[in-house]
């Protein structure tokens, strides 16, 4: 993603402005230690390109920047739930407009914190109160933290991921390590299965690995990217190769090609049985990307 490229609104620091992509608003971070974007709507980060790499999160050419839609690439934030297990897909936090909260920088990189908070919007599809901040920390590595407090004077229940699409330089020749030995299959009606310790990609993959290491490694022919996570209980893998990438109308035919998600997950199959929440507490999910 060309960052010089986008028409500037407001200039918040040296380091920090807003821009305007299509009909979102980004926030634009230009650093000696690395460059980023991070679209206020979702609360999804765009882009990270540490200084003398390519990015390394992949976006696709056909994503749609608009506010009614969920953004295809880059890490969107699932929550207050992962998955299909309520509606809509994912949670909501996604495709709602996040504030930014505070900037701050120094020499070792950028930190911007987001917030996103209960509504008569989120109220009418989840009727909880809640205080989710977003902690993007940009500089020799990429560090995205999802906070989101119990406000409510009730416990609630959520999972959730942050959904990393991971730029790489061809999926034919890329391997994945740390995933653990056990996933549920999301192509085989959620089969319980045993993997190798080593995963390559030569056809669609959806997969939640249910005893991942927190590192989890994406070797390419040139370099490895490494996700590191905490407060998850899974790993989900997902490419959707080509059958997938020609059914999707903002992802390119030969996206799949030049990506794989690698998600910190807390995974549940119900509401009922996510991560209980109590009032004046917290859900955290962390996941930290570098080369």
Same mark, same amino acid.
């Given at each position: 993603?060309?960052?010089?490229? *986008?028409?500037?609104? #407001?200039?918040?620091?040296?380091?920090?402005?807003?821009?305007?992509?299509?009909?979102?608003?980004?926030?634009?971070?230009?650093?000696?230690?690395?460059?980023?974007?991070? $679209?206020? @709507?979702? %609360?999804?980060?765009? #882009?990270?390109?540490?200084?003398?790499?390519?990015? *390394?999160?992949?976006?696709?050419?056909?994503?749609?920047?608009?506010?009614?839609?969920?953004?295809?690439?880059?890490?969107?934030?699932?929550?207050?739930?992962?998955?299909?297990?309520?509606?809509?897909?994912?949670?909501?936090?996604?495709?709602?407009?996040?504030?930014?909260?505070? @900037?701050?920088?120094?020499?070792?990189?950028?930190?911007?914190? *987001? %917030?996103?908070?209960?509504?008569?919007? !989120?109220?009418?599809?989840?009727?909880?109160?809640?205080?989710?901040?977003?902690?993007?920390?940009? %500089?020799?590595?990429?560090?995205?933290?999802?906070?989101?407090?119990?406000?409510?004077?009730?416990?609630?229940?959520? #999972?959730?991921?942050?959904? +990393?699409?991971?730029?790489?330089?061809?999926?034919?020749?890329?391997?994945?390590?740390?995933?653990?030995? !056990?996933?549920?299959?999301?192509?085989?009606?959620?089969?319980?299965?045993?993997g190798e310790d080593t995963l390559s990609i030569s056809a669609a993959v959806d997969r939640v690995y249910t005893q991942p290491e927190n590192t989890v490694s994406v070797s390419d022919s040139q370099r490895t990217l490494t996700v590191t996570n905490s407060g998850h209980n899974a790993?989900?893998?997902?490419?959707?190769?080509?059958? %997938?990438?020609?059914?999707?109308?903002?992802?390119?035919?030969?996206?799949?090609? !030049?990506?794989?998600?690698?998600?910190?997950?807390?995974?549940?199959? $119900?509401?009922?049985?996510?991560?209980?929440?109590?009032?004046?507490?917290?859900?955290?999910? +962390?996941?930290?990307?570098?080369?």
């Amino acid at each position: 993603m060309n960052l010089t490229q *986008l028409p500037i609104i #407001s200039v918040l620091s040296d380091n920090v402005t807003v821009a305007q992509l299509d009909d979102v608003k980004v926030i634009r971070v230009i650093h000696d230690k690395a460059n980023a974007a991070i $679209s206020l @709507h979702g %609360g999804h980060v765009l #882009s990270f390109t540490p200084k003398g790499q390519d990015d *390394l999160i992949w976006m696709s050419k056909e994503a749609i920047f608009n506010p009614e839609k969920a953004i295809r690439g880059g890490v969107p934030v699932c929550w207050p739930w992962f998955g299909r297990i309520a509606d809509p897909a994912h949670g909501f936090a996604r495709n709602n407009e996040w504030t930014l909260i505070e @900037h701050r920088e120094n020499d070792n990189g950028v930190i911007v914190v *987001l %917030g996103l908070e209960a509504s008569e919007t !989120t109220k009418a599809i989840w009727p909880f109160e809640f205080e989710a901040r977003l902690t993007v920390e940009i %500089g020799d590595e990429l560090r995205i933290t999802l906070d989101a407090k119990n406000t409510d004077n009730k416990a609630w229940n959520c #999972s959730g991921a942050l959904h +990393t699409y991971l730029n790489v330089a061809d999926i034919a020749s890329t391997t994945i390590t740390g995933m653990g030995p !056990t996933y549920i299959d999301g192509l085989q009606n959620a089969k319980l299965c045993t993997g190798e310790d080593t995963l390559s990609i030569s056809a669609a993959v959806d997969r939640v690995y249910t005893q991942p290491e927190n590192t989890v490694s994406v070797s390419d022919s040139q370099r490895t990217l490494t996700v590191t996570n905490s407060g998850h209980n899974a790993a989900v893998i997902w490419n959707p190769w080509i059958e %997938g990438a020609e059914s999707m109308a903002d992802m390119n035919n030969d996206g799949y090609k !030049t990506m794989v998600c690698v998600e910190s997950t807390y995974h549940a199959t $119900s509401l009922e049985e996510a991560q209980t929440v109590e009032p004046g507490t917290a859900f955290t999910l +962390t996941t930290t990307i570098k080369a």
